[in-house]
């Protein structure tokens, strides 16, 4: 009988709101040294994606929805120890989702990359009031701000915050993902300066590296 790949059985411990054996599956692949990228991407997304259109053809209700991003976000945590870099870089990063935006899982994820490199990550989860964020970015003066947006409809938050954050701080260097941007990345990154766009965690991989051997 064929094997089931490893995302499908993690979507299937979703679905059964079975936590133990989805952080089975994933301390299992950590104990054999998978990359922290290769699990985000080729297990946790690719389920949720499938998840998604799971819903989207009306086969799910939301209830299991909110379940399974409970599930991840738990997994996430508990992932965050083994994750941790013991060497530190002096630099900081402000992550958050944009204002109205309730999808966190993946901007959660950009944070724990940087963590991985040594930064020291400020994760804001979802919906972040664009006031609240200047004030915060104020305290923290971070390097970098990175804002997440899943839902094309958030676009206009997405571009009064980064009009905000630019007023406010000038030189920031400011990183956009989130699959709200999948057909309009270029209309933002081209109209705002120091704004740069990253579709996965391998692209965000290579940009760090860049930074980082740059000084
Ligand atoms: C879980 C989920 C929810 C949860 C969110 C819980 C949470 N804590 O985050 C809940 C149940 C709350 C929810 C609500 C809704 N959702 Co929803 N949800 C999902 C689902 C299944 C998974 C989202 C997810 O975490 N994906 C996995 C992450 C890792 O992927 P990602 O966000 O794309 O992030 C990756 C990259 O994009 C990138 N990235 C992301 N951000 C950033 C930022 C930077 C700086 C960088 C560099 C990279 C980067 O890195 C990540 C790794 O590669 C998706 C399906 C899907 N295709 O994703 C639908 C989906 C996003 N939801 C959708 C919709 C429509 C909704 C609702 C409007 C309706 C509903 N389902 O009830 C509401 C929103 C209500 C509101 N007020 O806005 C649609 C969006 C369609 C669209 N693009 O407009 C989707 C695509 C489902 C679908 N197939 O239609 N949802």
């Not at 997994?75 to 120890?81: A, K, R, V």
């Not at 204002?99 to 993946?106: A, K, L, P, T, Y």
């Not at 919906?127 to 804002?147: D, G, H, M, Q, R």
């Not at 958030?154 to 709200?180: A, C, N, V, W, Y």
């Amino acid at each position: 009988m064929e094997q089931k790949s490893v995302h499908k059985r993690f979507l299937d411990g979703l679905l059964a709101g079975d936590r133990l054996a989805c952080s089975a599956i994933i301390n299992s692949l950590v104990k054999d040294k998978t990359r922290i990228n290769d699990i985000y991407e080729s297990v946790i997304k690719t389920a949720l994606y499938e998840l998604g259109e799971l819903w989207e053809r009306g086969e799910i209700s939301v209830a299991s929805e909110h379940m399974a991003s409970a599930i991840v976000e738990s997994i996430l945590n508990e992932l965050y120890s083994k994750i941790i870099s013991k060497s530190r870089i002096n630099n900081t990063v402000v992550a958050s989702s944009v204002e109205n935006e309730v999808h966190q899982i993946g901007i959660k994820m950009v944070a724990d990359i940087f963590e991985i490199h040594g930064w020291n990550v400020h994760f804001l989860g979802a919906n972040t009031p664009v006031n609240e964020l200047i004030k915060f970015i104020e305290i923290v003066n971070p390097k970098i701000v990175a804002l997440s947006i899943s839902i094309y409809f958030h676009i206009h938050s997405l571009e009064s915050m980064i009009e905000r954050i630019k007023t406010h701080f000038p030189d920031i260097l400011i990183i956009i993902g989130g699959q709200g941007l999948l057909h309009s990345q270029e209309d933002i990154t081209s109209k705002y300066p120091n704004t740069l766009y990253y579709p996965d965690l391998y692209k965000l991989e290579d940009f760090i590296s860049r930074l980082e051997n740059n000084g």
